[in-house]
């Protein structure tokens, strides 16, 4: 059994924080304002393969309410590159980087004002392997994950820029 003061930091940090100001972002479920923020954003069509998934993934976390006029917008510009490395040697790639960036901004449908200006990516290593049909398999796999990685560090983004903006309304 420890003794009771090896217990006392771990008792004062417990005690300290709700005066942290940590609140939930989800405070409310989904009737909450920043659930009905994120639904109340449509995502126009993003090209591209890597755009498709992007968009589905964006969709399907964004809960969409389906609403006529949507409150917000949510543009979004890809960047999908993908470089051979670790040459071996007989000069054949032996592994591959696929990165993944979004630009995006998330605008005000009634002001036209951009209430969020930002990016978010992220990448993955593949390993190239004998088999042209695995690599490729390998190569969408990465990207589909990307697609799934890159939408929700925007969606978090947003999250919290709807929160804060709720924050600051009268």
């Given at each position: 059994m420890r003794p009771i003061?090896?217990?006392?930091?771990?008792?004062?940090?417990v005690l300290a924080l709700p005066g942290c100001g940590l609140q939930p972002m989800y405070a409310g479920g989904g009737d909450g304002?920043?659930?009905?923020?994120?639904?109340?954003i449509e995502v126009p069509a993003i090209g591209g393969r890597a755009g498709w998934l992007v968009r589905n993934a964006l969709v399907d976390r964004l809960g969409a309410a389906g609403e006529a006029a949507p409150r917000y917008r949510l543009d979004v510009r890809l960047d999908d590159q993908l470089e051979g490395l670790g040459v071996l040697g007989d000069d054949t790639i032996g592994r591959e980087r696929r990165t993944l960036r979004a630009r995006y901004q998330l605008i005000d449908t009634a002001t036209g004002s951009i209430l969020l200006d930002a990016t978010a990516g992220s990448d993955a290593g593949i390993d190239v392997v004998s088999s042209e049909y695995a690599t490729i398999a390998?190569?969408?796999?990465?990207?589909e994950n990307l697609a799934r990685e890159v939408a929700s560090r925007m969606v978090t983004r947003i999250a919290a820029t709807l929160r804060d903006e709720y924050r600051a309304a009268p």
């Amino acid at each position: 059994m420890r003794p009771i003061a090896t217990l006392l930091p771990a008792l004062a940090l417990v005690l300290a924080l709700p005066g942290c100001g940590l609140q939930p972002m989800y405070a409310g479920g989904g009737d909450g304002a920043v659930a009905q923020g994120l639904a109340a954003i449509e995502v126009p069509a993003i090209g591209g393969r890597a755009g498709w998934l992007v968009r589905n993934a964006l969709v399907d976390r964004l809960g969409a309410a389906g609403e006529a006029a949507p409150r917000y917008r949510l543009d979004v510009r890809l960047d999908d590159q993908l470089e051979g490395l670790g040459v071996l040697g007989d000069d054949t790639i032996g592994r591959e980087r696929r990165t993944l960036r979004a630009r995006y901004q998330l605008i005000d449908t009634a002001t036209g004002s951009i209430l969020l200006d930002a990016t978010a990516g992220s990448d993955a290593g593949i390993d190239v392997v004998s088999s042209e049909y695995a690599t490729i398999a390998a190569e969408q796999t990465a990207l589909e994950n990307l697609a799934r990685e890159v939408a929700s560090r925007m969606v978090t983004r947003i999250a919290a820029t709807l929160r804060d903006e709720y924050r600051a309304a009268p």
